[in-house]
């Protein structure tokens, strides 16, 4: 990698020396050298940055952090287990909720051959997750049998979400490639009047990181091959409330039911859309979507609406009224996440779900494995 630090560091030197050779006199000289120089600059900055891009995506090289860890240890697990699996996709949601080792014992046991991997991590931006699935599915030897997609009203009210985590951190810049550009500038674009202080603050913020991104700054220092990275789990149980759920609280927002759903987001909609696009592409067979329980019934109410809009997909709401009951005990991390006690309670569950909607096929059926030659991922 230094090496690699090196040369670059050369070929700008070596640009700068040719810019600045035999300086015209007169004012005219000047300014035409000028031009002359600042255009071959933008250009080999842009060419540049161009080769780093390409060449990085043909190479499997990434930005490293906990995605590219999460996903060193998914490819791992696939790696050493030759069966079809399934691929859980989300946030901090699912990765206090979906233990996919107890999934697959729970499946297994009802003659289903299929493995549950959790591919979450907590602050993830719809970009943010479709650029680290994107890299995933490349670099996988062969294609889930079935994506999981989560959905919450959190992530499609704000296009720009990652600014609420951590700015100018590697997994915020990481997102805003060209791809991750423009579907936040397409979700900008149905910011309600009442939110422009909001959208004027991204909007900045979205100037600032997009440059960093596009010209790969800091990309070097940062990049690593998935199959190179630490691996880490992405379930991560919790054993210790962060914030006190009160009985009160729970009792009444478990219950709570809305009588009429909420609008849906029409720029996340479109998103999904050409998500699920990409996913047939490479050669996806089911497509799915689900939302963890949560205590406000208002977030139910946002998934069980897109679920009356996907009319040809599985989406699971966290609505039924058994489980709700089941998860009014002290088994809450805080209002929005599990702890393992409730995880356990959800898997069991969303097993029963899975099987029941027939997106796991009969037990003990064999299904085809799509291999890396075999697909074709954007």
């Known amino acids: 990698m230094l090496a690699i630090k090196l040369i670059f560091a050369g070929l700008v030197l070596i640009l700068a020396a040719f810019i600045l050779r035999r300086p015209p006199q007169n004012k005219t000289g000047r300014i035409s050298a000028f031009v002359r120089g600042f255009g071959a600059f933008s250009l080999g900055l842009v060419i540049t940055a161009t080769a780093i891009g390409f060449g990085a995506n043909k190479t499997g090289i990434v930005r490293d952090g906990p995605y590219a860890q999460i996903a060193a240890h998914a490819l791992q697990t696939i790696e050493n287990d030759p069966a079809p699996y399934i691929l859980f996709v989300g946030a901090s949601y699912s990765r206090n909720a979906i233990d996919d080792k107890a999934l697959t014992r729970r499946l297994r046991a009802r003659g289903y051959n299929q493995r549950v991997i959790t591919f979450a991590l907590e602050g993830a931006s719809l970009q943010e997750r479709d650029l680290r699935l994107r890299q995933f599915l490349r670099t996988a030897p062969r294609v889930p049998d079935t994506v999981f997609l989560e959905i919450s009203e959190r992530f499609d009210r704000n296009p ?30 149905g910011t309600a009047p009442h939110e422009m202080v909001s959208l004027a603050k991204n909007a900045v913020l979205l100037g600032l990181h997009v440059p ?3 010209f790969n700054v800091g990309f070097f220092n940062e990049a690593t091959q998935l199959n190179h990275a630490p691996k880490m789990a992405s379930y ?47 050669g996806i067979r089911n497509i799915a979507y689900y939302f963890p329980p949560v205590i406000d019934a208002s977030e139910r109410a946002y998934i069980q609406a897109v679920c009356h809009r996907l009319t040809e997909t599985l989406c699971i709401a966290p609505v039924d009224t058994a489980m709700l ?33 027939g997106v796991l096929g009969k037990p003990g059926t064999k299904l085809a494995l799509l291999s890396l030659d075999e697909r074709s991922v954007p």
């Open 325 to 357: 009951a089941a998860l009014d005990a002290p088994v809450w991390f805080d209002e929005e996440h599990l702890l393992a006690p409730g995880a356990a309670l959800y898997g069991q569950w969303l097993a029963g779900q899975m099987m029941s909607s």
């Open 212 to 214: 960093l991104n596009w």
């Open 236 to 282: 991560d149980p919790q054993t210790e409330p962060r914030r006190e759920v009160s009985a009160d609280d729970r009792s009444t927002g478990l219950t709570l039911a809305k009588t009429s759903l909420p609008e849906v987001f029409a720029w996340g909609e479109t998103f999904r859309a050409g998500q699920r696009r990409m996913l047939r592409k490479a």
């Open 160 to 189: 720009a979400y990652g600014f609420e985590i951590a700015k100018f951190s590697e997994r915020v810049i990481g997102q805003y490639n060209l791809r991750g550009t423009m579907w936040t500038l397409r979700g900008f674009m």
